[in-house]
């Protein structure tokens, strides 16, 4: 299946098909009551068969099994990534007879028709090229009662001033993609597709919190992003260190144990769910 610029953001078709282990390191996993509020949000009884696309590495997945209301719901886990280095991290470290792993993207995920309960995209919508033919292709494998859930973390930049500090610094390098913070995924809800064959408007619910942080965990979450994985070296060692310095400086942070060198990274992880009509 054709993973070029049509198909897959140019940066996140090479900016995410290298250093996957550290993605897979950095990245924070999702909160329970968010993948509470999935498993609430599913229309029918169990057991559930579920589309994940843009998987990447795994952590929504891992973190979807292991949640005390879904490791018992599941029939079957397809995930669809198009990165051949994320596959194979992802297929290293789930091994799940229930689940799978193979090539696609949003609007071309090789599913057959009808077979979705939930189709459920982490951390990657943003990054779709056409929003009126992913809408088809989600209403394509759902079941007549089938939702679709879209979930983000992302860093609080207005919870304390390090991490306004912190994005400030990074987010130049964004480049014109197509990032979520600037809420262009919005389109979808307003394209032909969408109107026809999904209920409207979508729910949207935010959960607002703060994770163990460390000097490291906020370079190395920094250095995972796709646009800083594609400077040149020198530039990325230049992030780091501006990074470490704005730690260092940690205007607004919040000791959990200064000895350890742990304290608060807020964060807010947003869920948007929409029906198949």
Known sequence: MSTDSGKVHVVAQHGFNTGNDLYDRARPSYQSAALSHIRNSVRGGSPINIVEIGAGT???????????????????????????GMREVFSKGIPDDRVSVSEGTFDTTGVEDGWADLVVIAQAFHWCPDYDKAAVEFSRILKPTGIVALIWNLEDRDAAAWVASLRDRIEPHENGTPQYRLNLWRQMFDTPSYLKLFTSPPEERVWEYTLPGTRDIVIDRANSKSYI????????EQVRQDVGAIVDKGEGLVWRNEEEGVFDYPYKTTVVTFNRK
Do not use: K, M
């Open 58 to 84: 795994g952590i929504f997945t891992r973190a979807l099994l292991a949640h005390p209301e879904w490791s018992q719901a599941v029939n079957q886990l397809r995930a669809v990534e198009p990165s051949p």
């Open 229 to 236: 994985q594609l400077l040149p070296d020198a530039e990325r």
